[in-house]
């Protein structure tokens, strides 16, 4: 970055996630001011007008340090569709990650002469200032008292409105999810034993065509094949406890049986016959 962090840098990530991904939400800690730049910038650029397709999505922790009405136009849990998601993935995955760091974060040395003052004339009107300061908010806050208790408690009921909302999309979200991975396991297993069985067929034509000795492809096809049979074990694992989970009352639920996936299943006689001959 040659400036500060300027509007510009959260654009540019924007366009380019948007070309390369199907994004839905656009996050950042200062959505309310950031969006509003957007739209002019949209104004001005059409050919960006696909950005503003996506939702503005304001992280839910830091919507709790802004406005209430800036809370609820732009918070993550009063968006449509976001589900359970919170905004702070990067924290999270710093929170975790600083488990393994000998040290989170590098802090200079505090300067306490920057807070002291020689001069008992300066002292006295910084004492008076802040005085004169505190007896002002305390009269705002007795006028606002009431207002503010009628506010809290219709904001109270908003929220928990929201959270059963972005809870029932959560359930879709999480079967999406689970099948996202079912298919990512398959397509990997699939792999491994189109693997298995070149290895297979080249031991048993004696041919090698990565160079290796005969013995060396031999523990090649050895080793895809005892993966392939761990990664068969978690598949089995992973269906179970999938259709086991009670995230909706849909059929859509369920991890639906695949003929094509019948295969994955199957014992590698010939696989593991050649290895015996071997």
């Avoid at 040659?2 to 924007?14: D, N």
């Avoid at 090649?220 to 761990?230: D, I, T, Y």
Wanted: net charge negative; hydrophobic share 35%.
């Amino acid at each position: 970055m040659y400036r500060g962090e300027i509007f510009a840098y959260p654009l540019f990530l924007q366009k380019e996630l948007a070309s390369k991904t199907n994004c839905q939400f656009f996050c950042t800690d200062i959505m309310c001011r950031y969006w509003p730049y957007l739209e002019k910038v949209v104004k001005a650029l059409p050919d960006l007008k696909n950005l503003v397709q996506m939702k503005p999505f304001l992280s839910v922790m830091h919507a709790k340090g802004h406005s209430t009405k800036c809370e609820v136009q732009w918070g993550g849990k009063n968006q449509a569709g976001a589900g359970t998601t919170l905004g702070e993935e990067v924290e999270q995955v710093n929170s975790y990650m600083s488990r393994v760091a000998l040290t989170t974060k590098y802090m200079s040395k505090s300067a306490p002469d920057d807070l002291r003052t020689d001069d008992s004339v300066g002292l006295q009107h910084l004492i008076e200032g802040l005085f004169l300061g505190i007896q002002q908010k305390k009269k705002e806050l007795y006028r606002v008292a009431d207002h503010d208790t009628t506010l809290g408690l219709k904001k109270r009921v908003f929220d928990q409105v929201m959270l059963l909302d972005r809870l029932t999309e959560e359930e879709t979200i999480l079967v999406v999810e689970m099948k996202q991975h079912w298919n990512s396991l398959l397509k990997i297993c699939r792999a491994l034993k189109d693997q298995a069985t070149v290895l297979s067929d080249d031991l048993g034509v004696h041919s090698y065509p990565s160079g290796l000795l005969h013995q060396a492809y031999h523990g090649l096809h050895s080793a895809v094949l005892e993966h392939l049979e761990k990664l068969k074990t978690d598949l089995v694992v992973v269906k179970e406890t999938y259709q086991n989970m009670v995230v909706c009352q849909d059929e859509t639920a369920e991890l639906e049986d695949d003929p094509e996936d019948e295969d994955v299943f199957d014992d590698d006689d010939d696989d593991n016959d050649d290895d015996d001959a071997m």
